[in-house]
């Protein structure tokens, strides 16, 4: 009897700790590292295979990648790649291919818009996944009809974009090790679940609306893979999905099954300040949301409106009143240097952070990222580093909201002393840097 074939699910190592997954390439932060969420998706559709995940943010030694590799010896792999990293990730990959004649296919930011001539290009690929969601990576090692991928045929180049459902099977939690994942206000071990793929918004600065209609995986599979969680000892889960609340009766079938079957889970999830009402509300508290994450962007409702958001400023703080009233958190999410942003703009979002009732707000510098609409629409040809302005905004706009009174008590929101002290890095880095910029307010 022949043996299963050895696949290898990588996250390549590179000279810091990088996170590839879901098209958008983020540093590993002192407050945060997630789980590859890619790799775990793939993992559920590669059932009869040998399977190994290598994560190079958690593991990021080129020595241990070298043992892993020697002693796996890999048949196949399923790379991430991201722009940041792409020369060392690229080098890493043909050395795999020279050393073990493995299959290679790539998954990332990078293959977005030009997936057939960046397979061209690089002739050790055998493969690229354009939607991290697809089963054509398993496909095409079981030699079954390949229905959403770009593959190398001989000579040929060949594509399909069928895309078919979201039903693999519960990806292996197992194979990671999850004591060394944990968000800003959770220490491990959590989980990452997908229950949907896409977004209905439109967002110009985002890379969701490019992935189609949004796509749903069957409520009683999600309920297993929390399942499978779950009797592992884990009790907390992060919903990775880009607007969990965006099919309400879906959403509430989904709760009522945690809450039924999983007392004592602990969630969070992406989430939008609509569709929300309070039986949706009193349902999230009854299956144990603790955090939701809202995407508000900016404190402008014109700039709003440019960017394509689906919701008003105005609907914000209603939304946050009743997530409030059920014992739910709110993290705010804000982008600064975006193109067509005003100085009115940015004096905006400092007046609404001042006023407004998030627990926890998170601000990220514009770029222009690939396979978004801002991009196509004529952005430079790499994302660069964001400006002295720009930075000195994301100080500012910071400083004006921890500075409140009323938020000092919330600022220590990590779960012990052990991981406050992973964040002084992290910490000491903004204290340098504000060193830099004129005091707060000059700008304002």
């Known amino acids: 009897m022949s043996r299963p074939k050895r696949v290898l699910l990588l996250n390549p190592t590179y000279h810091r700790p990088l996170m590839r997954d879901t098209f958008h390439p983020t540093s590993k932060s002192a407050l945060y590292i997630w789980h590859p969420l890619d790799l775990l998706i793939q993992s559920g559709y590669l059932s009869g295979f040998d399977v190994r995940i290598h994560d190079g943010v958690v593991d990021n030694s080129r020595a241990s990648l070298e043992r892993t590799l020697a002693e796996f010896a890999p048949d196949a792999v399923l790379s991430l790649v991201a722009f940041p990293s792409l020369t060392s990730d690229l080098e890493i990959l043909e050395g795999i291919k020279k050393r073990y004649g493995s299959t290679i296919f790539a998954v990332g930011d990078v293959t977005y818009g030009e997936r057939e001539a960046f397979l061209a ?82 967002c110009r600065f985002c890379v969701a609306p490019g992935w189609g209609r949004p796509r749903f995986r069957d409520t009683e599979a999600v309920l297993d893979e929390v399942g499978f969680l779950y009797h592992r000892g884990v009790r907390k889960v992060f919903f990775r999905d880009g607007s969990f609340n965006q099919s309400p009766p879906r959403m509430a079938r989904l709760l009522e099954g945690i809450a039924a079957r999983y007392p004592g889970m602990r969630l969070t999830t992406w989430f939008k300040p609509k569709p929300l009402d309070a039986p949706m509300a009193k349902l999230m508290q009854a299956a144990g949301f603790e955090f939701v994450h809202i995407g508000v962007e900016t404190g402008s409702p014109r700039f709003l409106r440019e960017l394509g958001k689906d919701f008003a400023l105005e609907e914000v703080e209603p939304g946050i009143d ?4 059920n014992g739910v958190k709110v993290v705010g999410h804000f982008m600064v240097g975006l193109p067509g942003e005003r100085d009115e703009d940015y004096r905006l979002t400092l007046r609404y952070l001042s006023r407004t009732r998030l627990d926890i707000v998170s601000f990220s510098a514009f770029e222009y990222s690939y396979g978004i609409k801002m991009r196509n629409e004529g952005g430079p040809a790499r994302p660069d580093h964001p400006d002295t302005v720009t930075r000195r905004r994301l100080y500012h706009l910071m400083a004006r909201f921890y500075a409140r009174p009323d938020r000092w008590p919330r600022i220590w929101f990590f779960e012990d002393l052990a991981h406050v002290a992973a964040s002084v890095p992290r910490i000491a880095r903004y204290a340098a840097d504000l060193r830099l910029y004129p005091r707060f307010g000059e700008i304002a």
């Open 121 to 202: 290009r690089h002739e050790f690929l055998d493969g690229i996944l354009a939607d991290y969601t697809s089963r054509g990576f398993a496909q095409y090692l079981r030699g079954e009809p390949i229905r959403n991928a770009i593959w190398r045929d001989g000579d040929r180049i060949c594509t399909e974009s069928t895309h078919e459902p979201m039903d693999y099977a519960t990806p292996r939690h197992d194979l990671l090790d999850l004591s060394a994942y944990y968000l800003p206000y959770w220490k491990p071990p959590f989980g990452s679940v997908y229950s949907s793929h896409g977004c209905p918004a439109k």
């Open 322 to 325: 009743l997530l409030h009233r």
